[in-house]
């Protein structure tokens, strides 16, 4: 089964543009690919998701700000986020679900704090 590995979280002041990013052991091809995030005391909620095609979904609170890409060859998926909030202060998932729902995979989380 493919695991996930984030990269890129910490400590962004407000207004700061982080980078994360996940690898998996495998092929990506047969997953929808997406970042989510859970701040404290919130339910776990859909950042951005990459589809076949370069389709890609964002929630409603990123408005512009933030960036999905894929890179098949090496595996990879990157969250390019832009003008942070406190608000965006959350662990921040990655999530390979296969296209037939067979298998639905979480890394374990990075951590992204936003604060002066």
């Known amino acids: 089964q493919v695991q996930l590995v984030e990269s890129g979280g910490g400590l962004v002041q407000p207004g700061g543009s982080p980078r994360l990013s996940c690898e998996a052991s495998?092929?990506?091809?047969?997953?929808?690919m997406g970042w989510y995030r859970q701040a404290p005391g919130n339910e776990r909620e859909l950042v951005a998701a990459?589809?076949?095609?370069?389709?890609?979904k964002y929630g409603d609170f990123v408005r512009d700000r933030f960036i999905i890409s894929k890179e098949i060859t090496t595996n990879t998926i990157a969250l390019q986020m832009n003008n942070l909030r406190p608000e965006d202060t959350a662990i921040y998932y990655c999530?390979?679900?296969?296209?037939?729902?067979?298998?639905?995979?979480w890394g374990q989380g990075t951590q992204v704090t936003v604060s002066a």
């Open positions: 999530n390979a679900r296969a296209y037939d729902n067979s298998r639905d995979i």
């Open positions: 990459i589809f076949r095609g370069n389709v890609k």
């Open positions: 495998g092929s990506i091809f047969d997953y929808v």
